[in-house]
DNA sequence: CCGTATCCATTCCGATACTG
DNA sequence: CAGTATCGGAATGGATACGG
């Protein structure tokens, strides 16, 4: 039977997945923070097959996370460049990136980290924190109805 | 041919992914913050057939962001809790719920919404912050590599 | 260099029926 | 209530070959 869709689902979070809750989304999204916009440079990073790159280009250009762009270079291909809506998307990768070094890794240290860019701080990563500068904890929050 | 593992890969995020990278995963663990425990609540809530949760539950249990327990109402059956790594996985919801909510609403607003409990703020959203307390965006940080 | 097209294996997921 | 067993369909992902 067919794979149920979350789209129209009421919670923020299944939407979410939805669209890019597939291994290699975010992992693109990623690459294309830290700067890589073509094909090739896609599929060497990552390691992907090239038929699924093209597929998962193809779904996040329709999207709207990634657009299209002639080549910066004057080249004759095409690159790929985040919208808004896929920048946005940097809040997802950095606490993902947080759970992933705090839970993941026993003993092996990652080869990166992730630093303010304004104030170089050498803090393993910058840290979520909620508006009083406090880690951000689910004691921290409630479930509330609007209407 | 057999899907690529991620485990050891050195991205945290990559590595974040393989174990939570899923439809269901983060779902469930949405579900046990807001208080789910036991298999047919989850099993209802998330309309997930029976067999899959089963399978999904024993991963969480089996990556040690779930732990089994004996029932706090006496009954016979198991309730499932959540590890202190699981409840660090928070802050992924909160990023995956705000981009949703900002994205993936066109007209049609969510029907819940997280406020600070400490400050009750009517905000839409409790929102993810740098430590300086602007919204942390691509521009702020920079990839540096360590020794 | 940038894809597209096939082919194939694996995995995922849903429905249903069944057990204690 | 809390699973397990089985089935089939769909989606995913990898390898490779091919074309603009």
């Known amino acids: 039977m067919k794979r149920k869709s979350l789209e129209g689902n009421a919670c923020p979070v299944a939407r979410s997945l939805d ?6 989304s975010l992992l693109i999204v990623r690459s294309a923070i830290t700067g890589t ?4 440079q896609f599929q060497t990073e990552l390691g992907i097959a090239k038929n699924i ?3 998962r280009l193809k779904a996040l250009v329709a999207h709207n996370i990634l657009v299209p762009a002639a080549a910066s270079d004057g080249s004759a291909y095409k ?4 919208t808004r809506k896929g920048k946005d998307l940097f809040p997802v990768l950095v606490a ?3 759970w992933g070094e705090v839970h993941l890794f026993e003993g092996s240290a990652p080869g990166l980290r992730l630093v303010e860019k304004k104030t170089g701080h050498l ?4 840290r979520i924190r909620s508006s009083e500068g406090r880690a951000l904890r689910p004691e921290d929050t409630q ?5």
Request: charged letters at 25%; a positive charge.
């Open 53 to 55: 790159l093209t597929i």
């Open 19 to 24: 669209v890019i809750g597939d291994c290699w």
């Open 143 to 147: 479930l509330m109805k609007i209407k």
């Open 123 to 126: 803090v393993p990563l910058t």
């Open 96 to 98: 993902l990136r947080q």
């Open 37 to 40: 916009r073509r094909f090739t």
């Open 79 to 82: 690159e790929y460049v985040l």
